[in-house]
């Protein structure tokens, strides 16, 4: 792994460069194929033009705001998600818990006990969006499990954060990529009190298809009686 961490920090031999905002990183065709099914198929293409040139350009976005469009790429997660493919674990520049989650070990990375920032929660979905989009699912696993043990530990959940993750949990992916949707939900739930005085969480649920009526379901659930 310190050999890939060598090739990722240096971009010493590589053959193909990807740019997303401005921002590039010399990368290598055999380790994004052995990683990723979306340059499996792209690099083992003829026909695309990106393939012939070496060159991937991401559609992305710089800024988050309230409007973005979160099927597009950030450039911080896509530095995440290529961190991760040549070490094993990721860290989001954002996030003041530091999170990194590493292949083989336990699925519950170590954690300090800090209070959540804006971005601890939407940008462990981010990176779920991002490892669903480009067909990569040991980063999707880590992910979700950086999601679930972020918040066993934090007692106060931002309700722009929470928002965030509402949005881009049920705003990208498909319905067979469900697991990040059941965290922010469960998340969502177990803090419907709080959550459900805040403008930014209320407008968050009645952009997300779905959710609405989910929620009213599991609240009927955990009511007493018949």
């Known amino acids: 792994m310190n050999a890939l961490r060598h090739l990722y920090l240096t971009g010493e031999h590589s053959d193909m460069t990807i740019i997303c905002c401005e921002r590039k990183w010399r990368v290598h065709k055999c380790i994004m194929s052995a990683s990723s099914g979306y340059f499996k198929r792209l690099c083992s293409s003829t026909h695309w033009k990106e393939t012939k040139d070496g060159i991937i350009t991401l559609e992305g976005v710089k800024d988050s705001d309230d409007q973005e469009d979160f099927t ?29 989650p590493k292949i083989g070990e336990a699925p519950m990375p170590t954690i300090s006990h800090t209070r959540a920032t804006e971005h601890d929660f939407s940008s462990h979905a981010r990176l779920f969006s991002i490892a669903c989009k480009y067909d990569i699912p040991c980063l999707r696993d880590q992910a979700v499990a950086a999601y679930n043990a972020s918040i066993i530990f934090t007692k106060v959940v931002l309700d722009t954060d929470l928002a965030k993750a509402i949005l881009i949990a049920f705003g990208t992916g498909s319905d067979a990529e469900c697991q990040m949707r059941d965290c922010v939900f469960n998340t969502l739930v177990s803090r419907v009190r709080s959550a459900m005085k805040s403008n930014i969480v209320v407008a968050a649920i009645e952009k997300s298809d779905g959710v609405a009526l989910r929620l009213v379901k599991a609240l009927v659930d955990q009511m007493p009686g018949p």
Do not use: C
């Not at 896509?78 to 530091?98: C, D, P």
């Open 72 to 100: 597009l790429d950030q450039p911080d997660m896509v530095e995440a998600m290529l961190q991760f493919i040549y070490t094993g674990s990721y860290r989001v520049k954002e996030s003041a818990q530091g999170i990194q």
